[in-house]
């Protein structure tokens, strides 16, 4: 009698610390897609600031074209 309740015991913790397992697993791939996403937004704002210094300068070579005129 005692051994079966040590075995429902070990059963109910192992199932309880698989639920925590796999809640944790779900966690870390919520926080891996979360990272993805950010580092594709980094790039991105990355791109659109190049592309904006790229403008910025192309307009400083055009000024100064019109200077020299």
């Known amino acids: ?22 809640s944790k697993q779900q966690e ?11 580092a594709r937004g980094h790039d991105i704002l990355r ?5 904006a210094l790229d403008s910025l300068s192309r307009a400083s070579h055009k000024m100064k074209d019109l200077e020299l005129k």
């Not at 079966?4 to 015991?9: C, D």
């Not at 791109?47 to 592309?51: A, F, I, L, T």
């Open 1 to 22: 009698d005692d051994i079966g309740f040590k075995l429902k015991a070990e059963i109910l913790l192992t199932t309880l610390l698989r639920e925590k397992l796999l």
């Open 28 to 38: 870390v791939e919520q926080l891996q897609a979360e990272v993805a996403t950010a």
């Open 47 to 51: 791109s659109e600031v190049q592309g």
